[in-house]
């Protein structure tokens, strides 16, 4: 039962290595019988070297040095005491000839690959001497040795090749994985220490009316004042849970920000920055402008400006637009240039996996990827309905 699962598993794992275990296995099996159907009076002998060459056979993919050498010496060895009779055995020659120069040629260190080369060209020769009868057999054990060593070789060392390339893949993919991770990461960081700021202004206004109100009272209002009293305290309260719950995301002994934060107003700040940069921009808005929300508000913006960043590192020479356009219920935007179209091109760069998490935090849906004609192409859209 165990031999089965083993062999279920290498199936389902390293088929390569299951086919090496069924050759060597098939070549010790041969060549046992080989020599066990000899009539030689040092059979005993010969079965003993034969038990040693076949229990190496299979270890010749583990040790593919020393496992041939070991097989190789203890044929030879059979060649020693009979060589008469182990001149009709096929499965001897065939072992030293073709399969072990295979096995060492596929040795990681290229010295000792061609130190087996060397040692499996002379264990031929020697064996080969004792029937050779001209030049020529000489040179076709040679051959024989050399083409089995060298497409082992170019083999193992194609294989090795592919090898690398799949792990160097898999560890690319890895780090991409891991630098998106990071991205994300830093986007939340960053939008949290901006919705810190946002909501921190909007519950301290909060409080400082309660208070105002409360001192307004007049001296009977006393359950009217111990209610503000109450929205004044939660209101402090949740300031201070929510620097905490920020201070988290931080980086350790950073301190809240409460500079304005941009948004729409300023967009076009935005575009004369990027122009300064070297991106020519067009603005062009539709429909009637309106106050939002902080948070949707600060979102746009980021959009737009992550968007023409990616513009102005990828996109080449170029020429971009901005298209806002206010809906009744949603705000969209189009940030497109016809630039290259590379870099984020499809749509999985870091920039826009912030921007993706920014955006669904309102409820909104961005898309990207290549424009008609050229270029690259950002669309988001922003339900304004449900904010108000």
């Given at each position: 039962m165990l031999l089965v699962q083993r062999i279920r598993e290498l199936w389902r794992t390293d088929r390569g290595r299951l086919a090496h275990y069924i050759v060597t296995v098939s070549l010790a099996v041969f060549l046992i019988v080989e020599i066990a159907i000899l009539d030689s009076e040092h059979r005993g002998t010969l079965l003993l070297l034969g038990l040693v060459a076949a229990a190496a056979l299979p270890f010749t993919r583990a040790y593919p040095f020393v496992a041939p050498i070991v097989t190789a010496l203890a044929v030879a060895g059979t060649l020693v005491f009979e060589p008469e009779a182990m001149r009709d055995a096929n499965s001897?020659?065939?072992?030293v000839v073709l399969f072990l120069p295979w096995c060492m040629a596929?040795?990681?260190e290229r010295p000792r690959a061609i130190a087996g080369l060397v040692f499996m060209e002379a264990v031929g020769i020697w064996a080969n001497a004792r029937f050779?009868?001209?030049?020529?057999d000489y040179v076709w054990v040679a051959a024989f040795i050399g083409v089995s060593w060298a497409t082992g070789f170019i083999l193992s060392r194609r294989s090795e090749r592919a090898r690398e390339l799949a792990e160097r893949a898999a560890r690319l993919e890895r780090e991409q994985l891991e630098a998106a991770e990071r991205a994300v990461a830093g986007e939340r960081q960053r939008i949290a220490r901006e919705l810190h700021d946002v909501i921190a202004h909007s519950v301290s206004v909060m409080t400082v009316q309660?208070?105002?109100?409360r001192r307004l009272l007049l001296p009977e209002q006393e359950r009217e004042r111990q209610a503000l009293e109450a929205v004044e305290a939660t209101g402090r309260e949740a300031l201070t849970e929510m620097r905490r719950l920020v201070g988290l995301l931080r980086d350790k002994g950073t301190m809240p920000d409460f500079a304005p934060q941009p948004g729409m107003e300023t967009i076009d700040t935005?575009?004369?920055?990027?122009?300064a940069a070297g991106l020519p921009v067009d603005l062009e808005i539709e429909g009637e402008s309106r106050e939002l929300p902080p948070g949707v508000d600060l979102a746009a913006y980021r959009v737009v400006q992550?968007?023409?960043?990616?513009?102005?590192?990828y996109a080449g020479p170029a020429h971009a637009w901005v298209e806002v356009h206010w809906l009744p219920d949603a705000l969209e935007l189009e940030i497109a240039n016809d630039g290259r179209s590379d870099g984020d091109g499809d749509g999985s760069g870091h920039g826009?996996?912030?921007m993706r998490e920014r955006v669904s935090l309102y409820g909104g849906e961005i898309e990207s990827g290549p424009r008609d004609g050229g270029g690259y192409v950002v669309r988001a859209r922003l339900p304004l309905e449900k904010m108000s």
């Open positions: 001897p020659f065939f072992v596929t040795y990681n050779a009868e001209t030049v020529v309660a208070g105002a109100v935005l575009l004369d920055g990027v122009r992550e968007a023409l960043t990616n513009a102005l590192k826009l996996t912030g």
